[in-house]
């Protein structure tokens, strides 16, 4: 498709993280790159992002990764609730730090994706422009006419329109049991990260630059469901206003419009690829996960990273499709194995009954006696990983020049 007179070229569907973090790699690696994204601009969302130490050394490769631990607004000592405020575990960044070799930052998701967009080739960002098809040998139909590719990045998300063509069988994203809210508001004086689980609920605070904090809670309820006013506050003053301090403050200074509310899917059942010919799929498009472990943005980082290391700008002789053969014989393992991990912490979260819940609640306190540590255990084998050495990484630990 491309000219032996100019670099081969890349067309990634989708400028969420993980599609902005891929079209990096490529460009490094010398393909000419050109991102579609739907939406008419890069709107900021209100929402936090945890990137924990496997993402920020997919983030080193990509040149960005000092900026995002820039971001990071707390050191010290945080841990889990139960919803009268009574410690049931404790741990601290330090304490991950060590363990995985760096620590977890949380960041602005629209912090994230503008230091990442600011790392694309000029002109390569094309907003406003839908993709109503994709044909694996790299033709990509948009409302605007049709734009040829010697590789298609598919990273449109759970509900991927990619994915749903090139493996139509498949049963896609399941409803995971519990819906969530997001909300970025003023930081309350002294507010420490955390997590309270009551019977079926879940909240989480963590604090961001800006004298602001990223809050996040969860519910077992129906799909589909919005509060009756519009007004999702309600919703969480119904749910958790009678917790702790300092969750009512933090609900009250929500101003209108600004809880994020979305049904949680995930993949239960893995892909049988994570590619057809020259499209790769990617991120939530190729293995959606509930949010327990804070893996799903992290995982479509190293996605992109590792994809931009096997995809050399060699399109002979199917060279392309061997990569991306190597690319789901990579990450398809590894992805099926956070997905499930993660949907058995989210399964703790959905416990409602009494007695479950006593007894999940004393095991923590039983494993923070032991150890405050060991409740970063569910992370081991997933944060302490390392990105390939590639040409673009300096001394094959990950660390960009």
Partial sequence: MTSTSEPPHAVVVG?????????????????????????????????????????????????????VRALGAFQGEGGLHRPDGRWLSRTSNEAAAERFGGPVVVAHRAELVALLSGLLPDGALRTGTRVVSVAPDGRVGTEDGRVDADLVVAADGIHSPVRSALFPAHPGPAYAGFTSWRMVVPAP??????????????????????DRVYCYA???????????????RGELRRLFGDWHHPLPELIASAGPGAVLRNDVHHLARPLPAFHHGRIALLGDAAHAMTPNLGQGGCQALEDAVVLAHLAAPDTRDGAVEHALAAYTAQRLPRTSGVVRRSRSIGRLTTWSSRPAVAVRDALFAAVNRVGPRLVLRSLDGIADWRPPAAPYAADGTGRAP
Avoid: F, K, M, S
């Avoid at 004086?189 to 800006?210: D, I, K, N, S, Y």
């Fill in 189 to 210: 004086e002294g507010c420490v990260p955390h997590e309270t689980w009551g019977r079926g609920r879940l909240w989480g605070t963590v604090p961001l630059t800006g």
């Fill in 218 to 232: 969860t519910a077992v309820t129906p799909p589909g469901g919005r509060a009756p006013d519009g007004d999702e």
């Fill in 15 to 67: 400028a969420g993280i993980g599609g902005l973090a891929a079209a990096v790699g490529l460009g490094r690696r010398g393909w000419r790159v050109t991102v579609l994204e739907q939406a008419a601009a890069l709107e900021p969302v209100g929402a936090g992002i945890g990137i924990a130490p496997n993402a920020l050394r997919a983030l080193d490769v990509l040149g960005a990764g000092d900026a």
